[in-house]
């Protein structure tokens, strides 16, 4: 099979041997994977795969149809269309997934959509429902309004009936992101728009200090990006003073059994929405497989709204 | 009646008209009351009593005797022996409380330990259970092991089924800490004895970077005090790849209704330990009320195990 391939910080295409499914694997005929910060990172040699996947082949989403199956894999058939998150080795032409890990692609989604879906929303709803717990009629803060999680978040807030700000840093994108439903504001003004329920850090640092001051009484901080830097001050008393929480988390590192929890939470919580049309994924720009180093390089450009994913096939 | 009272810094003792409850409070004649970090917070003007508790009068938890009610209270009778959280004025020989704060006082618990408890026992409860979510089998760290919060923690994480390791700065205080269940260390060795699942951080800024990296996967830090200052660097990349945790939490500037959720988890699932005697208030010192100024001296001085309370009557 052909795979994105990365050597010396740079993204090849090359021939790698087809992967053969065991068990509970699945075997997935890849149609369209996702670009995500976490491969920039992957890419410049910060974010190594978790033991298990491949070490060169990029790609933690993909959408694609089940073309084989391990001898105890019993959760979909042949042909069946899916979508997950990995681990790693999603940009191929074929990809090896736990069936624990599948979720069904909603019936109308096409594969550029599909293949950008699983990580932003299955991020977005982890960072902002299960671990900080927005709940209807609150206020949340999105710092990085158009990216893919960002998108998301902003989506699935409104749907749960939340109010939501976001920051968005191109005034081009503006626009659209106040079209998914937010508030869309520049960056440097969001601690006056405050107080706010949860706020849904994605940039990282610097925004730290003001995040405690625009957030409400027993309001919680959701960090999942540090684009703009870790290092952060945190001010103990103020903190206290706003019975306040901040969490940190990433998905790619958790175990096996909580990424199966969190694939049936997205397919209980998520999908249902993708269905009635009450929320979409956008994509920004598609790329062959083929071309997978000048998606790499549109997706570091930035100023673009929702997801870049590359396709295979037809 | 006479109350301690702060003037210009000072703890004086002053005569006040005696309040009168209505409504749903209740008068309590204060037979002791402890000392708490926040004391000499208001002490020094840092830490004002909330709306609608005496300016002047610090002191924020008691236990006594009821002597009043008003004509909407009707949940215990005179007489009863009964303790409390109150926003401030406990250090005095009567005080209001609003009936739903009051906790009966278990049988066999004198009247300087009854005094001792509510602040300690209560935050600590909150502060590893409720916000930290600590669960049996987990290794607690406890920063401050000596202090009346510490010794709490440390006793009510031992109940109920946890490892608990606690920082003791004095040398002297050591051995007794250990007897409470603890494994008790000098402050600057705890970093290599983790990883710990919840850290109950006492002392505050200084501690934050090593506590992240001493931290457990999926662990938390629940910051109640920050004696030694409140500023602290945060690494959010350490904190998303450890998913960790951080809550910043007080109890003083709560609403009624959440005092009283917290007074009656107290009830349910920390006074039935002192019934069976598997923790205890360990006193340190006790005060005649007219001798409060020493006693906010005794309790600056540190060095102790445990409460400094201040006794009235008899």
């Keep these: 099979m052909l795979a994105a391939t990365i050597r010396d910080q740079e993204i090849m295409i090359e021939q790698h041997p087809d992967p053969e499914p065991v ?3 699945v075997l997935v005929r890849v149609r369209a994977a996702g670009l995500n910060g976490g491969d920039m990172m992957q890419k410049r040699g910060l974010y190594p795969a978790p033991p298990g996947y491949p070490e060169d082949i990029p790609g ?3 959408a694609g149809e089940v073309v084989a199956m391990g001898s105890k894999s019993t959760r979909f058939e042949e042909g ?7 681990g790693g080795g999603a940009q191929a032409e074929l990809a090896l997934v736990h069936e624990r890990l ?3 692609v909603p019936a109308g989604l096409d594969w550029p959509a599909a293949g950008g879906l699983a990580e932003v929303f299955t991020t977005a709803h982890d960072a902002v429902f299960v671990q900080a717990g927005l ?5 949340l803060l999105v710092h990085g309004g158009a990216g893919g999680v960002g998108t998301a978040a902003i989506q699935l807030a409104r749907a749960a009936g939340a109010r939501v700000t976001a920051t968005v840093r191109s005034d081009a994108l503006r626009e659209q992101v106040a079209a998914l439903g937010a508030t869309a504001i520049p ?13 849904l850090e994605l940039v990282g640092g610097p925004n730290m200090p003001e995040n405690l001051t625009a957030l409400a009484t027993g309001g919680r901080i959701s960090v999942i990006g540090v684009s703009a830097g870790a290092k952060s001050e945190l001010n103990l008393l103020a903190l206290m003073g706003k019975r306040a929480r901040i969490h940190g988390s990433t998905l790619r590192a958790r175990p096996l059994e909580e990424k199966g929890l969190n694939a049936r939470l997205v397919e209980r919580e998520v999908l249902p929405l993708f269905e009635r049309g009450e929320v979409s994924v956008p994509v920004a720009d598609t790329f062959p497989l083929a071309e997978a180093a000048a998606a790499y390089e549109r997706f570091a450009a930035g100023g673009k709204l929702g997801k870049v994913v590359l ?4």
Excluded: K, S, T, Y
């Design 311 to 314: 396709v295979c096939g037809e």
């Design 102 to 104: 599948l979720m069904p």
């Design 80 to 86: 069946a269309r899916v979508m997950a998150i990995v």
């Design 60 to 62: 933690m989403e993909l």
């Design 187 to 199: 960056c440097e003004d969001f601690a006056e728009r405050g107080p706010f329920d949860v706020i």
């Design 23 to 25: 068990g509970e694997e």
């Design 135 to 139: 709940r209807p009629g609150e206020h």
